[in-house]
């Protein structure tokens, strides 16, 4: 099995987009690229303008050539209505866009699907489980959306093709909770990407008591599963600290033997945390043609 982060926060945009490719089939979990409206009360700068139109066309040329498209819930940094043209002819497994679902995922939901319904198939993927090829895509039950129902749920994705298993966990913001560890632990997967605590707004969104609780569901995921490449990043990425934040889980992954790494790190590319950087980036306002790209 080969797992490629196709775009991620740590790369210099909002996504999880990632390609798997088991045997003769391909899978594309959360084709969806965005950027953060404000930070430090800033707009996106024109270098992270260019960030995302370029992920966006790597994220469509890659998912056209899949054999089947994931969206394990509807923000946009995980899904894009407006532009849904490579999506035609896959098999689209989403998140039930009426059940489990707080109001705004509601409505995007059925817009989204709306424009998608006629050219794909579609089949809603809450707790079940689809073979492809002898690969098997199997589904949690939803569940929050970080640490409560406010901002609705989504479903983690397990790949297993009978040799190898990869598990990607969508947005837990964490997991602090135990109910979204549940299935990371019965997955017991070998590569495991985490979206990671929202540290960047700890004390304000995010409480010092999920950070704590999510640094010790990591722990216990290392220690109770067979991980060997546990991957943070997404909403965690968006901290420049975000290794000293983390540092008990990256202790206890080296005493374990566990690669504890973002995912650019695992793509074998430089991290190029834009958002992070972006009071950085009007300051010495860096030309939007920097190679830094």
């Known amino acids: ?25 391909s899978l594309f979990i959360d084709p969806g690229v965005a950027l953060g409206p404000k930070r430090y009360g800033l707009p996106p700068h024109p270098i992270e303008l260019e960030a995302e139109r370029r992920f966006w066309e790597k994220v469509k040329e890659e998912a056209s050539k899949c054999d089947a498209v994931v969206i394990t819930h509807y923000h946009y940094d995980h899904h894009n209505p407006r532009d849904v043209n490579f999506l035609k002819g896959k098999t689209l497994l989403t998140k ?19 424009k998608v319904k006629d050219a794909c198939k579609v089949e809603y ?3 079940k489980e689809f073979e492809f090829e002898g690969v098997c895509v ?33 947005d837990v913001e964490g997991p602090s909770l135990k109910h979204q ?4 632990i019965e997955s017991s997967a070998e590569t495991v990407f985490v979206d990671g605590p929202m540290t960047y707004m700890l004390g304000y969104r995010y409480s010092q008591a999920s950070l704590e609780a999510s640094i ?9 599963t067979n991980v060997i490449d546990l991957v943070l990043d997404h909403h965690l990425t ?18 374990s033997g566990v690669n504890v790494c973002s995912a650019a790190e695992y793509a074998g590319v430089e991290e190029n945390l834009l958002e992070a950087r ?10 939007f043609r920097s190679p830094t790209l």
């Open 125 to 127: 993927a809450d707790g």
């Open 278 to 287: 972006r009071k950085e980036l009007y300051e010495k306002g860096f030309d």
């Open 216 to 224: 010790n569901n990591l722990i216990e995921l290392i220690e109770r």
């Open 96 to 114: 039930h866009p009426t059940q489990k679902i707080n109001q705004s995922q509601r409505e995007r939901a059925a817009f989204f699907l709306s």
């Open 1 to 25: 099995m080969e797992v490629i982060p196709i775009a991620f926060d740590s790369m210099g945009v909002r996504s999880m987009a990632t390609l798997v490719k088991a045997g003769n089939f």
């Open 181 to 184: 560890l549940e299935f990371m």
């Open 138 to 170: 199997k589904f949690s039950e939803p569940v929050f959306h970080g640490t409560s129902s406010r901002l609705g749920y989504v479903v983690e994705v397990l790949v297993d093709d009978g040799k190898e298993k990869f598990l990607h966990t969508s």
């Open 238 to 255: 968006r901290d420049l600290k975000w290794r000293e934040t983390m540092s008990p889980v990256f202790q206890r992954g080296e005493e």
